[in-house]
């Protein structure tokens, strides 16, 4: 399939590590944000997410960070597989509008 | 497999003509929305359909149109077609609750030539 990950940030990661990506956004009225994986040739794959009124949620091996004093968000991966090679991009939804804004995008690449 | 499918999954056109792509939503969602992923970038919110009607729109000139059926199926119809209109063509379905999750679509790749 196609690349999505052109020009993109780059994180390469052993496998095993934890990776971490971050993204700022933009919309300091935002109050739910969306972590999305993007293999090549498919459509995004919805990870985990995360409202306003908490600082921290925990999935399965991922973690979501909030910061909303500076508008960070972070996306924590406990021992990177090769599977989570990826694009990742974060979302952001304002109250009542049901549209998502994407992010740039991040890569990642786990080497053996 | 989110459940979301599009078709087709390839398409190429040439300048001026017209297209539409297709959405089927996964079941128990009434709401689509349409967004439009250019290489390397993140998907750009087109619009959003439920009950039948466009719901809002993001910052797409009017060539870009689309419908909703009964079944909330969708479809999106590009006019006058530019060479920067080729991408990925996403649809994601949800329900109108903005916290529910967008489920995405496979994608349609549309080449302008």
């Known amino acids: 399939g196609e690349s999505v990950g052109l020009h993109l940030p780059t994180l390469s990661v052993q496998e095993g590590d934890n990776s971490i990506i971050n993204c700022a956004y933009s919309?300091?009225?935002?109050?739910?944000f969306i972590w999305y994986k993007q293999e090549s040739g498919k459509g995004p794959q919805f990870i985990i997410d995360?409202?306003?009124?908490?600082d921290k949620r925990q999935g399965q091996r991922v973690t979501v960070l909030l910061n909303k004093t500076v508008k960070h968000l972070s996306l924590q991966i406990a021992a990177t597989q090769p599977g989570d090679s990826a694009v990742y991009f974060c979302?952001?939804?304002?109250?009542?509008?049901?549209?998502?804004?994407f992010g740039k995008g991040n890569q990642v690449v786990v080497i053996p | 497999d989110a459940g979301v499918t599009q078709s087709p999954t390839h398409l190429i056109k040439t300048r001026g003509q017209q297209v539409t792509l297709r959405c089927s939503p996964k079941?128990?969602?009434?709401?689509v929305s349409w967004y439009q992923q250019a290489l390397g970038q993140g998907p750009q919110f087109i619009f959003q359909?439920?009950?039948?009607?466009?719901?809002q729109r993001g910052n797409f000139p009017d060539r870009f149109s689309g419908h909703q059926f009964p079944n909330y199926s969708s479809e999106l119809n590009v006019n006058a077609l530019l060479l920067g209109d080729s991408a990925l063509y996403l649809c994601?379905?949800?329900?109108?609750?903005?916290?529910?999750?967008?489920?995405f679509g496979p994608g349609t790749r549309l080449t302008v030539l």
């Open positions: 995360i409202r306003s009124n908490m």
């Open positions: 359909y439920y009950e039948e009607e466009e719901r």
């Open positions: 079941s128990g969602h009434d709401t």
């Open positions: 994601a379905s949800s329900t109108l609750d903005y916290t529910d999750t967008q489920y």
């Open positions: 979302a952001e939804n304002i109250y009542g509008n049901n549209r998502l804004a």
């Open positions: 919309n300091s009225a935002s109050d739910y």
